[in-house]
C-alpha cells in the first residue's frame, strides 16, 4: 500500500522527536498541496514545505551529478586540470566576463531594492581574480584518488588502502558568486557536486554556469552535470536536495539559524554534514600584553565583514586603564580606514571604562541604510556569543575579565567555538590557551588569518566551527582535498591461496 500525503489540515499533530507534537499552521495547510513533501525536522519540529517543482529541480540536479559520478572513474586528472585552466581562462575573458558582470549587477539591484545586505554579493575585480587563481589553484594540485596510502603484506597476498573519491557533493551557499572556485574543489579528487547558491545571487551563478562552467566542462570532456546548479530561489529547493540520500557530504554555508536547520534536514537523512554557519572570532588581551600590537591585532580584524572578523574582545581587569583607550583608538584608526562610525557594545558593569563620547548617537551604516543610533550600547554578560551582522560599520562586543582562564571560559561557553587570538607576551600562556579554548582555529595576532586559500593555499568550501562538536578525521578547514573515502584492494599472487 502506498499512502501519501496529500493534504494538510489546519491544528492537524505532526509526531517528530519520538514524544512531541508539532502542529500544522492554517497557512501551511492553505500552501499545501497534492504532491508536495513535508520534510519534519525531528530535533526542533519545524514544518517545512517543499512545493512539488522545488523538489524536482532538487532531485534532477542531484541525479545529474550522480550519473556524472558514475562516469568520472574514466574521467583522467589531465581532464579535470584542463577543466579548471578552461573555466578560469574563460573568468579572465573580458567578452565573456561582460554577461556574467551584467547578471551580477541586476542580482545587486535587486537585492538593494529588498534591503539585504550586498557586501559578499558584489562580483569585484578582486573577487573575480580570487576565483580565477583559485581555479588555478586546483589546476596545479593533486586530488589523491588512486593514491595507496598503506599497502599491508601477508604470505602469498597484500592488501591496499586507496584513496578515491567520495561521490556527490551538495552545496548550499550564501549568496557570493566567488563559491564557484570553492564548490568545484571537490572535482580535483573525483567528486562531483551539485549546488544551490541564495537567491541573491541566483542570476549570477546562472551567468556563471551558462557563460563559463558549463562551456569548461564541455571543452574538457568532463561528464555533463559533474557541477550541478540547482537553479531555484526556493529555500525549499535546499531543503528537498539535503532530503535526497545519494548525496554522499552535505555542506551548508550561511547564516547560523539556516545553516542549523539545513545540517538537521541532512543527518536525519543519513547524510553526513559538514555545517559552517555562525562566526564571529574573540580576541583576548593578557595581562603581559603589548599595546601596541593588542590595537594592531584590532585593527586588522576589523577590515570587512566574514566569518572571521573580530566580534568580541576581552581585556584582563588589570589592564584595562592602558588597553581599553588602545582598543578604542583602533576602532578609531578603523571608521578612518573605512569612512564610517563603528558601533560598540559593552557588557553592562564597565560601561565606566568607556568615554563618555563615544555613547553620542552616531550614524551607522546597515544594510537598511544609515541609522542615527548611540555609538555604544549596553548588553548582558549572556549575550557575548552573538555575532554582529554588520553591512559597512563595524560592530564588535567588549567585555572586561578577571584573566585569560576567565576569558577561556566564557569563550567555551557562549562562542560559537570559531576562532580566537591571544595576545600576549608568555609562550607558556599560549601554549596554555592552546590547549583549553575549545577552538579550531587559535593565532595570536589578528583573526583574519582564518581562511583556507589566505592561510593553507587550498580554496575552503568552508570553514567548520565547533558549535555542534569537533570534527571527525579532519580539519576545521573544508578543502576540495578534504572529501574522499578510502577503498581496500586485495591483490592475490598465490592462486591456491585459502582460509
Same mark, same amino acid.
Given at each position: 500500500?502506498?499512502?501519501?500525503?496529500?493534504?494538510?489540515?489546519?491544528?492537524?499533530?505532526?509526531?517528530?522527536?519520538?514524544?512531541?507534537?508539532?502542529?500544522?499552521?492554517?497557512?501551511?495547510?492553505?500552501?499545501?498541496?497534492?504532491?508536495?513533501?513535508?520534510?519534519?525536522?525531528?530535533?526542533?519540529?519545524?514544518?517545512?514545505?517543499?512545493?512539488?517543482?522545488?523538489?524536482?529541480?532538487?532531485?534532477?540536479?542531484?541525479?545529474?551529478?550522480?550519473?556524472?559520478?558514475?562516469?568520472?572513474?574514466?574521467?583522467?586528472?589531465?581532464?579535470?586540470?584542463?577543466?579548471?585552466? +578552461?573555466? #578560469?581562462? /574563460?573568468? *579572465?575573458?573580458? =567578452?565573456? $566576463?561582460?554577461?556574467?558582470?551584467? @547578471?551580477? %549587477?541586476?542580482?545587486?539591484?535587486?537585492?538593494?531594492?529588498?534591503?539585504?545586505?550586498?557586501?559578499?554579493?558584489?562580483?569585484?575585480?578582486?573577487?573575480?581574480?580570487?576565483?580565477?587563481?583559485?581555479?588555478?589553484?586546483?589546476?596545479?594540485?593533486?586530488?589523491?584518488?588512486?593514491?595507496?596510502?598503506?599497502?599491508?603484506?601477508?604470505?602469498?597476498?597484500?592488501?591496499?588502502?586507496?584513496?578515491?573519491?567520495?561521490?556527490?557533493?551538495?552545496?548550499?551557499?550564501?549568496?557570493?558568486?566567488?563559491?564557484?572556485?570553492?564548490?568545484?574543489?571537490?572535482?580535483?579528487?573525483?567528486?562531483?557536486?551539485?549546488?544551490?547558491?541564495?537567491?541573491?545571487?541566483?542570476?549570477?551563478?546562472?551567468?556563471?554556469?551558462?557563460?563559463?562552467?558549463?562551456?569548461?566542462?564541455?571543452?574538457?570532456?568532463?561528464?555533463?552535470?559533474?557541477?550541478?546548479?540547482? +537553479?531555484? #530561489?526556493? /529555500?525549499? *529547493?535546499?531543503? =528537498?536536495? $539535503?532530503?535526497?540520500?545519494?548525496? @554522499?557530504? %552535505?555542506?551548508?554555508?550561511?547564516?547560523?539559524?539556516?545553516?542549523?536547520?539545513?545540517?538537521?534536514?541532512?543527518?536525519?537523512?543519513?547524510?553526513?554534514?559538514?555545517?559552517?554557519?555562525?562566526?564571529?572570532?574573540?580576541?583576548?588581551?593578557?595581562?603581559?600584553?603589548?599595546?601596541?600590537?593588542?590595537?594592531?591585532?584590532?585593527?586588522?580584524?576589523?577590515?570587512?565583514?566574514?566569518?572571521?572578523?573580530?566580534?568580541?574582545?576581552?581585556?584582563?581587569?588589570?589592564?584595562?586603564?592602558?588597553?581599553?583607550?588602545?582598543?578604542?583608538?583602533?576602532?578609531?584608526?578603523?571608521?578612518?580606514?573605512?569612512?564610517?562610525?563603528?558601533?560598540?557594545?559593552?557588557?553592562?558593569?564597565?560601561?565606566?571604562?568607556?568615554?563618555?563620547?563615544?555613547?553620542?548617537?552616531?550614524?551607522?551604516?546597515?544594510?537598511?541604510?544609515?541609522?542615527?543610533?548611540?555609538?555604544?550600547?549596553?548588553?548582558?554578560?549572556?549575550?557575548?556569543?552573538?555575532?554582529?551582522?554588520?553591512?559597512?560599520?563595524?560592530?564588535?562586543?567588549?567585555?572586561?575579565?578577571?584573566?585569560?582562564?576567565?576569558?577561556?571560559?566564557?569563550?567555551?561557553?557562549?562562542?560559537?567555538?570559531?576562532?580566537?587570538?591571544?595576545?600576549?607576551?608568555?609562550?607558556?600562556?599560549?601554549?596554555?590557551?592552546?590547549?583549553?579554548?575549545?577552538?579550531?582555529?587559535?593565532?595570536?595576532?589578528?583573526?583574519?588569518?582564518?581562511?583556507?586559500?589566505?592561510?593553507?593555499?587550498?580554496?575552503?568550501?568552508?570553514?567548520?566551527?565547533?558549535?555542534?562538536?569537533?570534527?571527525?578525521?579532519?580539519?576545521?578547514?573544508?578543502?576540495?582535498?578534504?572529501?574522499?573515502?578510502?577503498?581496500?584492494?586485495?591483490?592475490?599472487?598465490?592462486?591456491?591461496?585459502?582460509?
Amino acid at each position: 500500500m502506498d499512502d501519501r500525503l496529500t493534504r494538510l489540515e489546519p491544528g492537524m499533530p505532526i509526531l517528530y522527536g519520538g514524544d512531541r507534537i508539532a502542529r500544522v499552521s492554517a497557512e501551511l495547510a492553505a500552501a499545501f498541496r497534492e504532491g508536495d513533501r513535508l520534510v519534519v525536522v525531528q530535533t526542533t519540529g519545524d514544518l517545512l514545505h517543499v512545493p512539488a517543482d522545488a523538489w524536482e529541480v532538487a532531485t534532477d540536479a542531484v541525479g545529474r551529478a550522480v550519473a556524472a559520478f558514475e562516469a568520472m572513474g574514466t574521467v583522467t586528472d589531465d581532464q579535470i586540470s584542463d577543466f579548471y585552466e +578552461a573555466f #578560469a581562462r /574563460r573568468l *579572465a575573458d573580458d =567578452a565573456v $566576463f561582460d554577461a556574467i558582470a551584467a @547578471a551580477n %549587477a541586476s542580482d545587486v539591484i535587486r537585492a538593494r531594492e529588498r534591503g539585504r545586505s550586498t557586501t559578499r554579493l558584489v562580483l569585484s575585480d578582486e573577487m573575480r581574480a580570487g576565483m580565477i587563481d583559485g581555479l588555478r589553484l586546483w589546476r596545479d594540485a593533486s586530488g589523491g584518488r588512486g593514491t595507496v596510502v598503506e599497502t599491508i603484506p601477508h604470505e602469498g597476498w597484500r592488501v591496499e588502502q586507496v584513496r578515491s573519491g567520495l561521490g556527490v557533493v551538495g552545496f548550499v551557499f550564501e549568496g557570493r558568486p566567488n563559491v564557484f572556485a570553492d564548490a568545484t574543489g571537490v572535482i580535483r579528487g573525483g567528486n562531483t557536486v551539485v549546488f544551490r547558491i541564495g537567491s541573491d545571487a541566483l542570476g549570477t551563478a546562472e551567468a556563471i554556469v551558462a557563460h563559463a562552467l558549463d562551456p569548461a566542462l564541455a571543452s574538457s570532456g568532463l561528464p555533463e552535470g559533474t557541477a550541478s546548479l540547482v +537553479a531555484s #530561489a526556493a /529555500r525549499a *529547493a535546499g531543503w =528537498a536536495m $539535503f532530503s535526497d540520500d545519494r548525496l @554522499a557530504l %552535505a555542506v551548508a554555508r550561511g547564516s547560523g539559524g539556516a545553516v542549523a536547520q539545513l545540517g538537521a534536514v541532512a543527518r536525519q537523512t543519513g547524510i553526513p554534514v559538514s555545517l559552517h554557519g555562525t562566526g564571529g572570532a574573540w580576541i583576548v588581551a593578557a595581562e603581559t600584553t603589548d599595546a601596541a600590537a593588542f590595537a594592531a591585532a584590532v585593527y586588522h580584524s576589523l577590515d570587512r565583514k566574514v566569518c572571521n572578523t573580530l566580534n568580541t574582545c576581552c581585556i584582563v581587569e588589570s589592564r584595562t586603564e592602558d588597553l581599553v583607550p588602545a582598543f578604542l583608538e583602533a576602532l578609531r584608526r578603523v571608521e578612518a580606514r573605512l569612512g564610517v562610525s563603528a558601533k560598540l557594545h559593552v557588557v553592562k558593569g564597565s560601561e565606566a571604562l568607556i568615554p563618555d563620547d563615544w555613547f553620542a548617537p552616531a550614524v551607522i551604516a546597515r544594510a537598511e541604510g544609515e541609522v542615527t543610533e548611540p555609538q555604544t550600547e549596553l548588553i548582558g554578560a549572556d549575550m557575548l556569543g552573538h555575532e554582529w551582522e554588520w553591512e559597512a560599520s563595524p560592530e564588535v562586543t567588549l567585555v572586561v575579565v578577571a584573566d585569560v582562564a576567565a576569558a577561556i571560559r566564557l569563550f567555551n561557553e557562549q562562542s560559537p567555538k570559531f576562532a580566537a587570538s591571544l595576545i600576549s607576551s608568555e609562550d607558556v600562556e599560549h601554549r596554555r590557551f592552546f590547549d583549553t579554548i575549545d577552538s579550531p582555529f587559535v593565532g595570536n595576532g589578528m583573526t583574519r588569518w582564518v581562511d583556507g586559500q589566505y592561510a593553507l593555499d587550498r580554496p575552503e568550501l568552508g570553514l567548520s566551527n565547533w558549535q555542534f562538536g569537533r570534527l571527525f578525521g579532519r580539519g576545521g578547514v573544508l578543502s576540495g582535498d578534504s572529501a574522499f573515502t578510502i577503498r581496500t584492494r586485495a591483490i592475490q599472487d598465490d592462486p591456491d591461496l585459502g582460509r
